[in-house]
């Protein structure tokens, strides 16, 4: 029997460091273990840190004995690791604001609790975000189960930027909000395949927003609100990544990077009450304060 996992304080953790991961999770031990060890065999940035938050009905995913042993393995090569418990629920929202408030590094990783990173992934998002200045940079995840769905049609939503991402200001109905389509599926995965990329090289394309594994500068992502619209919308809302990388896009930019090393897990969703998209709440009150 292993002994007693070691859960870290909120003192030990906060530090001025490169990078730190944020991990929302719920009633998904065999999911967070297999973040988690994606997380560990990550190299090219020594010493980021990993906050994993748990909601779960009963015990914390992270005392599964899978997803404990991957956290003493992150903790063995060096990476500071922050287990917590955020209970009652208050929304998908709330929880990514306090997820936030943990952490003090130039940069916050939010990554879904169902998303395996090969290796190398981190490595070239931090390239890629201190390459291009911008508000966040993301990788779309995969659905493998979609290899071999081929869908051209939406291939076309793929453009690239030719310099630093510009801020955007991107609404529902404009040919900019049907960029997300590409991310749907293995999509993606197929436009990577036609680019025929060098070894090591990546490209930085324009999006609406991206799900499950997103790089924010967290100074900018802060200074775009970060996800303190929690209080202005029900508990039971979806949507909330999306709200946050709008208003980071309207003020700093923001950009997909290619290849994408985000593989999806397809597991069901723990999200199943959506009676409200935050963006949609966001968005109408942003509209409603402008002048007439």
């Known amino acids: 029997m292993s002994r007693p996992l070691d859960l870290g304080t909120a003192e030990r953790f906060r530090a ?32 980021f840190g990993v906050v994993v938050s748990d909601q779960s009905d ?4 992270y005392r599964h004995p899978a997803s404990a042993t991957m956290v003493r393995a992150l903790r063995h090569r060096g990476h500071p690791v922050l287990l917590t418990r955020r209970l009652p629920r208050r929304g998908l929202a709330e929880h990514r604001a306090y997820l936030l408030s943990a952490s003090a590094a130039r940069y916050v990783l ?21 390459e291009l200045g911008c508000g966040f940079v993301g990788n779309a995840v995969h659905g493998l189960s979609y290899a071999d769905d081929v869908r051209p049609d939406t291939h076309r939503h793929y453009e ?10 991107i609404r529902p109905g404009t040919p900019e909000w049907d960029r997300a389509s590409i991310h749907s599926a293995a999509n993606l995965l197929h436009v990577t395949r ?3 990329l060098p070894s090591g090289a990546w490209r930085a394309y324009k999006v609406s927003w991206i799900g499950g594994c997103v790089l924010y500068d967290r100074a900018k992502l802060l200074d775009s609100g970060g996800f303190d619209f929690w209080r202005r919308v029900q508990e039971k809302h979806q ?14 930019g923001g950009a997909g990077v290619l290849p994408s090393g985000a593989y999806h897990l397809e597991s069901p969703t723990t999200v199943t009450d959506r ?3 935050a963006w949609e709440v966001v968005l109408a009150e942003e509209d409603a304060a402008q002048p007439a």
């Open 160 to 169: 690239e930027w030719t310099g630093r991402p510009t801020p955007e200001r």
């Open 239 to 252: 949507g909330e990544d999306v709200a946050a990388q709008l208003a980071v896009l309207a003020r700093h």
């Open 58 to 61: 009963g015990d914390a995913a």
């Open 275 to 277: 009676d409200v998209e």
């Open 16 to 47: 001025e460091r490169l990078l730190d991961v944020l991990i929302p999770t719920r009633n998904r031990p065999a999911e967070l273990a297999v973040t988690l060890s994606g997380l560990a065999a990550q190299e090219g940035v020594p010493g």
């Open 110 to 130: 939010c990554l879904d609790d169902d998303v395996w990173l090969e290796p190398g992934t981190l490595g070239r998002l931090v390239t890629a975000i201190e």
């Open 194 to 196: 036609t680019l025929d």
